[in-house]
Nanobody, 115 residues
Framework: QVQLVEAGGGLVQVGESLRLSCAASGSMFSMKSMGWHRQAPGKQREFVADITTGGLTNYADSVKGRFAISRDNAKNTVYLQMNSLKPEDTAVYYC?????????WGQGTQVTVSS
């Protein structure tokens, strides 16, 4: 089992920045990657970014150049630096962890970008 605890959401203005964090604990030995998805009201959950244990990153086209994902392996924590935020980035952001057996999700953190 893997437990994920997110932090860092909030209300910001257009163009501002936020940094999300996700701390993982539990059975880490089979971890392959960690990352973020988001779900806006009335929409399906969508991929945002992820990073492998080796440091390879992948981003959704909608956030490339604005968001940056990183990880601190010693702390089992992944970060999502979100810059130049837009109203369409408003969503609940969910941390995910992919192991060799299954995917785990965090409880979600709300990000609201006000114009």
């Amino acid at each position: 089992q893997v437990q994920l605890v997110e932090a860092g959401g909030g209300l910001v203005q257009v163009g501002e920045s936020l940094r999300l964090s996700c701390a993982a604990s539990g059975s880490m030995f089979s971890m392959k990657s960690m990352g973020w998805h988001r779900q806006a009201p009335g929409k399906q959950r969508e991929f945002v970014a992820d990073i492998t244990t080796g440091g390879l990153t992948n981003y959704a086209d909608s956030v490339k150049g604005r968001f940056a994902i990183s990880r601190d392996n010693a702390k089992n924590t992944v970060y999502l630096q979100m810059n130049s935020l837009k109203p369409e980035d408003t969503a609940v952001y969910y941390c995910k962890a992919d192991t060799s057996g299954r995917r785990y999700w965090g409880q979600g953190t709300q990000v609201t970008v006000s114009s």
